[in-house]
């Protein structure tokens, strides 16, 4: 596709391979995707196995196989294969717990050494590291060869959390004799095109098995809940008024029938269950009250959820509903990621936003370093950092707001400098972070939303994001060695700002930039339908993304020699102004 894209690394069938962690049960891209090379659908459905490496060749003359895909760099197929490593991570990742734990698949896969925050670090120029905060929070690194104290860190920073809704600490709920499930919203999403999808749960679970509290992930791929749609006939004002949504009352999902719950038990436990559930038989006819407020105080967590999902949860986690103290369950809908379009160009998925570039970043790193040899002439230290709550503000713990990155540069740095005076500061001032975040592409429909001379297209490349009131963090220093990177490799950029009658919104980018101090630019793939459970970008622009991503490791350290603009010498300028006399007698 791009000429002087550099050639292939042989790693990629690791990065762009299906998942095979512990928590895999069944991976699938579910639904055919069309090849139209060969003319074949691309079905995986298969367990995976072990990664195999796949030529481009090969890639365009078979479907790709589940264990594998072609190259994410080079040409010929390769905007096809990038766009289906991309799937295959986010098919896999339906929670910030399960892009955790595959990111830190793929980076212990190929020797990336596993830190922990709360023992001593042992770094060392040439290695390769990384650490989770809270399991949904991923940083690495690779520090070059050739690194010398107060040296910086070259970044990309994206997010691993996407709108979706979560299920309340007590959510077991009965309306009008249904069993439903009680949730909160999280996140800005597009809460209406929830409705009628077919939903289940994933995240963790903690369970208590011989006197140890462990961290499980689980993931139901059955489809077991919806939110149905209220029929037109009784909803006859939604054609003049619009849909009208009450989050609470509204978006519930539905698990089951009380009533086929009831008939499948015995008579003598039928009426328990409708008292646990918390509601009287009058009530679940009238359809009021809610189970969460007739649930006794000291209520066990078994009595706090339907006792059939609790029952599902634990025979996937091989362990006894009594044995799960608490869980972290988002809902999630269960049609996997394709490839779509009459020309294959488009990727049809849920969480692209921010799933598609934590996975461009991730693979790029990879790519890019994958053994410790590719580090020897290197200066720098390159970095990801994948951050959850982004959607609700990054203020935690484990968010772009809370100390990760600044307590990750200052130790890293302190420790590679031997606590040498200013490494830190140096550091930091040597650094540059690139903020990925997916970005609006303009809408044919709704064309009159976007500024006319920054409207970005499809299949033209990452955009670079600006806004003068610091929504974003580029400025023209940040935004010009961006683009020089591209050019030098022939990889198209396009820019955005907002329309000055309209809000604009933020990322990860100010955020760092104020906590850390360091050069900052905001960037991403162009998408429509953003917070959509069904979202859409062009598999083009996934390609250049990751190839974007590979520039900036392996060409920003010689790209950054001459642009110390604060180190400049003040100009002279002694001659070069005319004094005009001011006609006055003195």
């Given at each position: 596709?791009?000429a002087?894209?550099?050639?292939?690394?042989?790693?990629?069938?690791i990065?762009?391979?299906?998942?095979?962690g512990?928590?895999?049960?069944?991976?699938?891209?579910?639904?055919?995707?069309?090849?139209?090379?060969?003319?074949?659908?691309?079905?995986?459905s298969?367990?995976v196995?072990?990664?195999?490496?796949?030529?481009?060749?090969e890639?365009?003359?078979k479907?790709v196989?589940?264990?594998g895909?072609?190259?994410?760099?080079g040409?010929?197929?390769?905007?096809?294969?990038?766009?289906?490593?991309?799937?295959?991570?986010?098919?896999?990742?339906?929670?910030?717990?399960?892009?955790?734990?595959?990111a830190?698949?793929r980076?212990?896969s190929?020797?990336?050494?596993?830190?922990?925050?709360?023992?001593?670090w042992?770094?060392?120029?040439?290695?390769?590291y990384?650490?989770?905060?809270?399991?949904?929070?991923i940083?690495?690194?690779?520090?070059?060869?050739?690194?010398?104290?107060?040296?910086?860190?070259?970044?990309?920073?994206?997010?691993?959390?996407s709108?979706c809704?979560?299920?309340?600490?007590?959510?077991k709920?009965?309306?009008?004799?249904y069993?439903?499930?009680?949730?909160?919203?999280?996140?800005?999403?597009?809460?209406?095109?929830?409705?009628?999808?077919d939903?289940?749960?994933?995240?963790?679970?903690?369970?208590?098995q011989g006197?140890?509290?462990?961290?499980?992930l689980?993931?139901?791929?059955?489809?077991?809940?919806r939110?149905?749609?209220?029929?037109?006939?009784?909803?006859?004002?939604?054609?003049?008024e619009?849909?009208?949504?009450?989050?609470q009352?509204?978006?519930?999902?539905?698990l089951?029938?009380?009533?086929?719950?009831?008939a499948?038990?015995?008579?003598?436990?039928?009426?328990a269950?409708?008292l646990?559930?918390?509601?009287?038989?009058?009530?679940?006819?009238?359809g009021?009250?809610?189970?969460a407020?007739?649930?006794?105080?000291?209520?066990?967590?078994?009595?706090?959820?339907?006792?059939?999902?609790?029952?599902?949860?634990?025979?996937?986690?091989q362990?006894?509903?009594a044995?799960?103290?608490?869980?972290e369950?988002?809902?999630?809908?269960t049609q996997d990621?394709?490839?779509?379009?009459?020309?294959?160009?488009?990727?049809f998925?849920?969480?692209?936003?921010?799933?598609?570039?934590?996975?461009?970043?991730?693979?790029?790193?990879?790519?890019?370093?994958p053994?410790?040899g590719?580090?020897?002439?290197?200066s720098?230290?390159?970095?990801?950092?994948?951050?959850?709550?982004?959607?609700?503000?990054?203020?935690?713990a484990?968010?772009?707001?809370g100390?990760?990155?600044h307590?990750?540069i200052?130790?890293?740095?302190?420790?590679?400098?031997?606590?040498?005076?200013?490494?830190?500061?140096?550091?930091?001032?040597?650094?540059?972070?690139?903020?990925?975040?997916?970005a609006?592409?303009?809408?044919?429909?709704y064309?009159?939303?976007?500024?006319?001379?920054?409207?970005?297209?499809?299949?033209?490349?990452i955009?670079?994001?600006?806004?003068?009131?610091?929504?974003?963090?580029?400025?023209?220093?940040?935004?010009?060695?961006?683009?020089?990177?591209?050019?030098?490799?022939?990889?198209?950029?396009q820019?955005?700002?907002?329309?000055?009658d309209m809000?604009?919104?933020?990322?990860i980018?100010?955020?760092l930039?104020?906590?850390?101090g360091?050069?900052?630019?905001?960037?991403?793939?162009?998408?429509?339908?953003?917070?959509?459970?069904?979202?859409?970008?062009?598999t083009?622009?996934?390609?250049?993304?990751?190839?974007?991503?590979?520039?900036?490791?392996?060409?920003?350290?010689?790209?950054?020699?001459?642009?110390?603009?604060?180190?400049?010498?003040?100009?002279?300028?002694?001659?070069?102004?005319?004094?005009?006399?001011?006609?006055?007698?003195?």
């Open positions: 596709m791009l002087q894209l550099q050639r292939p690394c042989h790693l990629h069938s990065l762009h391979s299906a998942p095979c512990p928590t895999t049960r069944r991976l699938s891209l579910q639904g055919p995707v069309c090849n139209r090379r060969t003319k074949r659908l691309i079905r995986c298969s367990p196995q072990a990664s195999s490496s796949v030529t481009l060749q890639v365009n003359t479907p196989a589940p264990n895909a072609g190259s994410a760099s040409n010929g197929a390769s905007q096809m294969s990038a766009a289906e490593g991309c799937l295959r991570f986010i098919n896999y990742a339906w929670t910030q717990f399960h892009a955790v734990e595959e830190s698949r980076l212990a190929v020797g990336f050494q596993k830190l922990s925050e709360k023992q001593e042992k770094l060392q120029p040439g290695g390769r990384y650490f989770t905060r809270n399991l949904s929070t940083v690495a690194f690779a520090v070059g060869a050739k690194y010398q104290p107060g040296n910086g860190l070259h970044m990309i920073g994206a997010h691993t959390d709108p809704l979560k299920l309340k600490p007590v959510s709920s009965v309306k009008s004799n069993l439903t499930v009680n949730c909160e919203t999280y996140g800005g999403g597009l809460w209406h095109t929830w409705f009628d999808r939903l289940s749960v994933a995240g963790r679970v903690l369970v208590q006197g140890k509290l462990q961290h499980k689980v993931k139901i791929e059955k489809p077991i809940m939110i149905p749609m209220l029929a037109i006939h009784l909803n006859r004002d939604i054609l003049s619009g849909f009208k949504m009450n989050k009352t509204h978006l519930v999902p539905v089951a029938s009380a009533v086929k719950k009831a499948n038990k015995p008579a003598a436990n039928a009426e269950d409708s646990v559930d918390g509601q009287s038989k009058r009530q679940k006819v009238d009021a009250g809610d189970a407020d007739q649930l006794p105080k000291t209520a066990k967590f078994e009595d706090k959820h339907h006792s059939g999902l609790l029952k599902m949860i634990a025979d996937q986690l362990c006894s509903p044995d799960i103290v608490d869980f369950l988002n809902v999630c809908d990621g394709v490839i779509g379009g009459i020309e294959d160009e488009f990727m998925t849920g969480r692209l936003d921010n799933l598609g570039m934590s996975y461009c970043s991730l693979a790029a790193l990879l790519d890019c370093y053994t410790e590719h580090l020897a002439d290197e720098a230290i390159k970095a990801i950092a994948l951050f959850d709550h982004e959607e609700v503000g990054s203020a935690s484990q968010g772009a707001g100390p990760v990155m307590d990750t200052h130790r890293v740095a302190n420790i590679l400098s031997k606590g040498q005076e200013g490494a830190v500061q140096r550091a930091i001032q040597n650094s540059f972070l690139v903020s990925a975040d997916m609006h592409a303009v809408h044919p429909n064309s009159d939303k976007h500024d006319a001379e920054h409207a970005p297209l499809f299949q033209k490349g955009v670079i994001k600006h806004n003068q009131n610091q929504k974003y963090a580029t400025n023209a220093v940040t935004a010009t060695l961006f683009r020089e990177l591209a050019h030098k490799r022939g990889i198209p950029t820019e955005f700002s907002i329309r000055n809000l604009c919104g933020s990322t980018g100010p955020i930039a104020s906590g850390i360091c050069r900052t630019l905001d960037v991403g793939a162009p998408q429509l339908s953003m917070h959509s459970i069904r979202e859409m970008c062009g083009k622009d996934i390609e250049y993304s990751y190839e974007h991503f590979k520039a900036f490791f392996q060409d920003f350290t010689a790209l950054d020699t001459n642009t110390d603009f604060d180190g400049l010498s003040p100009p002279n300028i002694q001659g070069t102004m005319i004094d005009t006399p001011c006609g006055h007698v003195h």
